[in-house]
T-cell receptor, first 111, second 110 residues
Framework: RKEVEQDPGPFNVPEGATVAFNCTYS??????FFWYRQDCRKEPKLLMS???SGNEDGRFTAQLNRASQYISLLIRDSKLSDSATYLC????????????FGKGTHLIIQP | NAGVTQTPKFRVLKTGQSMTLLCAQD?????MYWYRQDPGMGLRLIHY???????AKGEVPDGYNVSRLKKQNFLLGLESAAPSQTSVYFC?????????FGPGTRLLVL
C-alpha cells in the first residue's frame, strides 16, 4: 500500500463549481498534514495546513479524519486560476525526516 | 520561495559526468532537504540535513552525495550521472514545521 494515495484525475470542473479531493495515508503515526499546490513546471507551494478540527481559508476547506486516515480539500466557487496539481502531504512531525507526498490530483477549471 | 535559491536552473549531462547542485538559503534555517520529482512518482526525499555539518539519507539516496559545510548551503552531488537521474530536483527548508521549496533544477542525463 502506498503511503499517501490520491486520485490523479484530471478533474475537469466548470468555473464556479465546487470540487472536492480526498487523500488517504497509511502511516497512523503521521502527525502533520498539508495540501500543497503545484503549477506546471514550478515548485510546490503550501496551500494550507490541515488541522484535526478542520480549517478554512477563504474558498478552501480542509478536513482530517484520523480514524479513517484520510484528508480532504474542498474548493468552492472555483476560479480559472485554481487549475493546478494539488499534492496531499503528510509528515511524522519534527521536521527532521522530510515529507511524504502523494502523486497529486490534477485539476482543470474550464471557462 | 522563502529565500531558497537553486543553481543551476537547467543542465544537460552525459552519462558518467559529474555535477553539483547548489541550494542556498538566507534565513538561517536549520533543516534543509533535497527531493526529486519524476512523472507519475511524486516527490521523493533524497537526503536531508538537520544542521551545519550533518546529513542523513532519505528514501532514494543511491547515486547521490550531499554536504552541508555552511549552514546556508546544501550541496547535492552526482559523481557519475546516469539516465535514471534525469529529473527535476527541488531543495526545501523547514520553517516552523512547514517546508518551503526552491524553484527547482531540471537535469537531463543523456
Amino acid at each position: 500500500r502506498k503511503e499517501v494515495e490520491q486520485d490523479p484525475g484530471p478533474f475537469n470542473v466548470p468555473e464556479g463549481a465546487t470540487v472536492a479531493f480526498n487523500c488517504t495515508y497509511s502511516n497512523s503515526a503521521s502527525q502533520s498534514f498539508f495540501w500543497y499546490r503545484q503549477d506546471c513546471r514550478k515548485e510546490p507551494k503550501l496551500l494550507m495546513s490541515v488541522y484535526s478540527s478542520g480549517n478554512e481559508d477563504g474558498r478552501f476547506t480542509a478536513q482530517l479524519n484520523r480514524a479513517s486516515q484520510y484528508i480532504s480539500l474542498l474548493i468552492r466557487d472555483s476560479k480559472l486560476s485554481d487549475s493546478a496539481t494539488y499534492l496531499c502531504v503528510v509528515s511524522r512531525g519534527g521536521g527532521a525526516d522530510g515529507l511524504t507526498f502523494g502523486k497529486g490530483t490534477h485539476l482543470i477549471i474550464q471557462p | 520561495n522563502a529565500g531558497v535559491t537553486q543553481t543551476p536552473k537547467f543542465r544537460v549531462l552525459k552519462t558518467g559526468q559529474s555535477m553539483t547542485l547548489l541550494c542556498a538559503q538566507d534565513m538561517n534555517h536549520e533543516y534543509m532537504y533535497w527531493y526529486r520529482q519524476d512523472p507519475g512518482m511524486g516527490l521523493r526525499l533524497i537526503h536531508y540535513s538537520v544542521g551545519e555539518g550533518t546529513t542523513a539519507k532519505g528514501e532514494v539516496p543511491d547515486g547521490y552525495n550531499v554536504s552541508r559545510l555552511k549552514k546556508q548551503n546544501f550541496l547535492l552531488g552526482l559523481e557519475s550521472a546516469a539516465p535514471s537521474q534525469t529529473s527535476v530536483y527541488f531543495c526545501a527548508i523547514n520553517s516552523a514545521g512547514t517546508q518551503y521549496f526552491g524553484p527547482g533544477t531540471r537535469l537531463l542525463v543523456l
